[in-house]
């Protein structure tokens, strides 16, 4: 059975288009039934609306950071999806009962190191680096109330090289995100359809 997603980002969207593509070639039986970016002008809009892929905008220019909350949060009660996935998204969820073991997280990182709030994007490979980890990864989590927080689903690990920049170890932990997000998807959600 189909599996509805609702996707949040606050970039570029590149999450968001892996499992577009997953979709696309029939790995992931899923659809997203809303897409939601959590404030005007940020990339992944325009990139998303080349995919045919209608994009709320939680916040315009002038709103403030909690209006678009509860906008993000409105529109997840009236859809009701089956699975809320953060792609990106910087804001931290307000989780209704409802939406426990059902919202999901793809950290850059394996957590519970290089995480919380303020910890994404270079940041986080950035820190890995300086406090010389020989291991890096991603890790797909439930999320709860913290940030980067809640029950581990999986983890994809890679080596630290100590020739890696932050954007070298970005790319290659970016190459397991591909992988490990869909994956706990199809768990998750045939988990939620049986």
């Known amino acids: 059975m189909t599996i509805t997603l609702a996707v949040l980002f606050s970039g570029g ?31 992944g809009i325009d990139l998303l609306a080349e995919q045919d892929l209608d994009v709320a905008v939680a916040r315009e220019s002038g709103d403030d950071p909690e209006t678009g909350d509860d906008r993000v949060h409105a529109w997840l009660e009236e859809t009701h999806p089956d699975l809320i996935c ?9 989780i209704s009962p409802w939406m426990h073991e059902r919202t999901l997280n793809i950290h850059p990182a394996l957590l519970p190191k290089f ?41 994809r690990t890679c080596d630290v090289d100590p020739a890696d920049t932050p954007q070298s170890l970005a790319n290659r932990i970016f190459d397991l995100e591909c992988e490990a997000y869909p994956t706990a998807i199809k768990m998750v959600g045939t988990q939620l359809k049986v």
């Open 115 to 155: 995480g919380g709030k303020g910890m994404y994007g270079m940041r986080v490979h950035q820190a890995v680096i300086d406090q010389g980890e020989s291991t890096s990864g991603c890790t797909v989590h439930y999320v709860d109330e913290e940030y980067d927080h809640g029950p581990t689903i999986l983890q």
């Open 86 to 94: 953060l792609c990106g998204y910087l804001r931290l969820l307000k």
């Open 13 to 43: 969207g590149r999450t968001v288009l892996n499992i577009l593509d997953h979709i696309d070639r029939g790995e992931l039986d899923a659809d997203v039934c809303l897409a939601v970016a959590s404030r005007s002008g940020i990339a």
